[in-house]
């Protein structure tokens, strides 16, 4: 069993991802197996997880807490995970669970079912609350030994609320690669469509990890929101032990 803690610090406001792996690269990792929080990004990616984790993530404006029961003991792959996000006078928070299938001819697939709760916090006497359940579908491909692909369909089944749509998760179409070099080296590409799957616009993520030993992970990334037309810099360090995690990623607008 592992346990991980990740925090993750901005220079100012700016685009929020849970984990501070993912988010020190960019935001990517869809195509990458990360038992830190990766399946905040790609719950497929439990079908690869080698034991139990327990991981708990924390921003200056949200905070998450993830655990996994996956391995080879393990007759399911699954997950639950519970966050805690303030955005625009709203506060989200979601309680989910991950399941996916044991890989199969190189693929699996993941399914992410989460009860939401949407708070309007902008009155200090009146606090109106809209509940929503959200479905994801994901999957992932093992292009080759080294070589990873995955995708995420987020919001592809949800119950209809009267809070804006602007201001609920987003309906958006996500893939990655991962490439590992000589174990020492991976290399992460991802994009995401624009809100409800549209493709003329897009944000690309970018990131790499250096392993420089066994346990030390130094990690870069870059981030380009043709959305919001906002680009982002990311760096992070890692230690990566045996039985305990502690990752930090630093986000800045570039």
Known sequence: NSIFLTICVTAINVYSHLGAVSSATGGSG?????PVDGIFVNPATLADLPQKTFSINYSADEWAMLASDSGRESYFPAALE???????????QRFGLSVATRRWNRLSFGLKGAMVEYSDISSLTIQ??????????AGT???SDNLGFGFVVNKVASNKIELNESLQLQKTL????????????????????APE????????MTGVENYISDFMVLRFGYRSDKVLLENYGT?????????FGLHYAYIANV
Not at 30 to 34: I, L, T
Not at 83 to 92: D, F, G, P, R, S
Not at 175 to 189: C, D, I, K, Q, S
């Open 128 to 137: 109106n609350r809209y509940r929503q359940t959200v479905l994801d579908f």
């Open 82 to 92: 519970f966050t805690k996000k303030t955005e625009k006078n709203i506060q989200t």
């Open 141 to 143: 491909a093992l292009l």
């Open 30 to 34: 869809r195509g990458a197996v990360e």
């Open 235 to 243: 760096a992070g360090l890692g230690f990566s032990g045996p039985q």
């Open 197 to 204: 799957y549209k493709t003329n616009r897009y944000v690309l």
């Open 174 to 193: 996500g893939v990655g690669f991962a490439y590992t070099f000589e174990n020492f080296l991976r290399f992460r590409l991802d994009a995401e469509s």
